[in-house]
């Protein structure tokens, strides 16, 4: 069974920076991605960035290109985002997910409905 567990959230000022990291367990690699997500009340869940298992490919949201990094490191089961130069239009809550199944293979990282698993989320604040 696949388990996620994300920390690192909390209050930033703008310009800010903070890193979140996402626990993975259960899970096996593959043909397929780990996403971040976010969302605020009131909206859908959003794609932020993406990462295919076998390559490290990486995919981004325009809003967040050049300002945040996903990172994975499979010796130990993290997923990683670091964010930079944080705007207060990036205060939500931020999940990360994993398909376990495949159904991102084409590229599908940022269509929520497209992973199974998922981590409780974890908090971004930012404001000044």
């Known amino acids: 069974q696949v388990h996620l567990v994300e920390s690192g959230g909390g209050s930033v000022q703008p310009g800010g920076s903070l890193t979140l990291s996402c626990a993975i367990s259960?899970?096996?690699?593959?043909?397929?991605?780990l996403s971040w997500f976010r969302q605020v009340p009131g909206k859908e869940r959003e794609g932020v960035a993406g990462?295919?298992?076998?390559?490290?490919?990486?995919r981004y949201d325009d809003a967040v290109n050049g300002r945040f990094r996903v990172s994975l490191d499979k010796s130990r089961n993290i997923l990683w985002l670091q964010m930079d130069s944080l705007k207060p239009e990036d205060t939500a809550r931020y999940y990360c997910?994993?398909?376990?199944?495949?159904?991102?293979?084409?590229?599908?990282?940022?269509?929520?409905?497209?992973?199974?698993?998922w981590g409780q989320g974890t908090q971004v604040t930012v404001s000044s």
């Open positions: 990462i295919y298992g076998r390559t490290h490919s990486t």
């Open positions: 997910a994993a398909d376990a199944t495949g159904r991102t293979a084409g590229g599908e990282w940022y269509l929520p409905d497209r992973f199974e698993n």
């Open positions: 259960g899970y096996t690699y593959g043909n397929r991605f």
